[in-house]
Nanobody
Framework: QVQLVESGGGLVQPGGSLRLSCAAS????????MSWYRHAPGKERELVAR????????NYADSVKGRFTISRDNAKKTMFLQMHNLKPEDTAVYYC?????????????WGQGTQVTVSS
């Protein structure tokens, strides 16, 4: 069975850092593009960062450029999101997403999410 399990969220002060992890199982991880999305109450779900199958291609939302770094370790079947200089506006549930490049995005798999709260 396909599983995506996020971890690493929590409460952090503005300006702090967190590292999120997404552990994958049940599919050929290296063949899938991976993304981090976030969803805050009352707001639309937002694409935060995306990384290609081998990690060479990345893109970021304008709001996180220069602060967040997405990476992946295909041998460990894990994706990461390193977050620095966190702001209250970053508060949201962060979700791991996986989609095969040859399939429509509607067929993506999702994790259960991990809460990130940035507050003093």
């Amino acid at each position: 069975q396909v599983q995506l399990v996020e971890s690493g969220g929590g409460l952090v002060q503005p300006g702090g850092s967190l590292r999120l992890s997404c552990a994958a199982s049940g599919f050929t991880f290296s063949r899938y593009a991976m993304s981090w999305y976030r969803h805050a109450p009352g707001k639309e779900r937002e694409l935060v960062a995306r990384i290609g199958t081998f990690g060479g291609s990345t893109n970021y939302a304008d709001s996180v450029k220069g602060r967040f770094t997405i990476s992946r370790d295909n041998a460990k079947k894990t994706m990461f999101l390193q977050m620095h200089n966190l702001k209250p506006e970053d508060t949201a549930v962060y979700y791991c997403n996986a989609v095969h490049p040859l399939l429509p995005t509607e067929q993506a798999w999702w994790g259960q999410g991990t809460q990130v709260t940035v507050s003093s």
